[in-house]
T-cell receptor, first 111, second 112 residues
Framework: QQQVKQSPQSLIVQKGGISIINCAYENTAFDYFPWYQQFPGKGPALLIAIRPDVSEKKEGRFTISFNKSAKQFSLHIMDSQPGDSATYFCAASKGAQKLVFGQGTRLTINP | NAGVMQNPRHLVRRRGQEARLRCSPMKGHSHVYWYRQLPEEGLKFMVYLQKENIIDESGMPKERFSAEFPKEGPSILRIQQVVRGDSAAYFC??????????FGSGTRLTVV
């Protein structure tokens, strides 16, 4: 019930391409769905987040798509750049309660 | 705004020693969360605290681990009698009341 499943584990995309990472959750009480970016040796940094009352949120090259009925959400990175190479984590929470993280996706953007 | 401050950044302890990890939340944030990350793995929730209260410790091992967030001063995660399996990165996050979690840079604990 508390799990968030993330796929793929690793992803290689050519520069300029679209990177897509998917997550699925079980707990319908979750009401906050953030994505975090983590570089080696650093802490996770909030990239973009969505609440379940909207189906899509876009910030620059980053877009979250949210499908409430399917209990799935995804991160799209448009025009992917080598600097986007990092590990990405989806997460979910209910209010101020703990964030439940997906397993992470290691993204590599080839120049 | 200095962000979430964690210290030390790196900590080496011998087996059986105690490890103390500190976390100062962002100014105005009253909620603190601790997570553990093993190499090449995701972040696992350990404990959620508000000032002087433990709200949720469902992810914390029952023995050797404890956490506090006193009225004054940083939040402390204490690991007693460390073992090799405790070697990991420990991250602290804070939030003002709900959502908006900000993570620190972590403490990397190595047990030798």
């Amino acid at each position: 019930q508390q799990q968030v499943k993330q796929s793929p584990q690793s992803l290689i995309v050519q520069k300029g391409g679209i990177s897509i990472i998917n997550c699925a959750y079980e707990n319908t009480a979750f009401d906050y769905f953030p994505w975090y970016q983590q570089f080696p040796g650093k802490g996770p940094a909030l990239l973009i987040a969505i609440r379940p009352d909207v189906s899509e949120k876009k910030e620059g090259r980053f877009t979250i798509s949210f499908n409430k009925s399917a209990k799935q959400f995804s991160l799209h990175i448009m025009d992917s750049q080598p600097g986007d190479s990092a590990t990405y984590f989806c997460a979910a929470s209910k209010g101020a309660q703990k964030l439940v993280f997906g397993q992470g996706t290691r993204l590599t953007i080839n120049p | 705004n200095a962000g979430v401050m964690q210290n030390p950044r790196h900590l080496v302890r011998r087996r059986g020693q105690e490890a103390r990890l500190r976390c100062s939340p962002m100014k105005g944030h009253s909620h603190v969360y601790w997570y553990r990350q093993l190499p090449e793995e995701g972040l696992k929730f350990m404990v959620y605290l508000q000032k002087e209260n433990i709200i949720d410790e469902s992810g914390m091992p029952k023995e050797r681990f404890s956490a506090e967030f006193p009225k004054e001063g940083p939040s402390i995660l204490r690991i007693q009698q460390v073992v090799r399996g405790d070697s990991a990165a420990y991250f602290c996050a804070s939030s003002p009341y709900d959502y908006g979690y900000t993570f620190g840079s972590g403490t990397r604990l190595t047990v030798v």
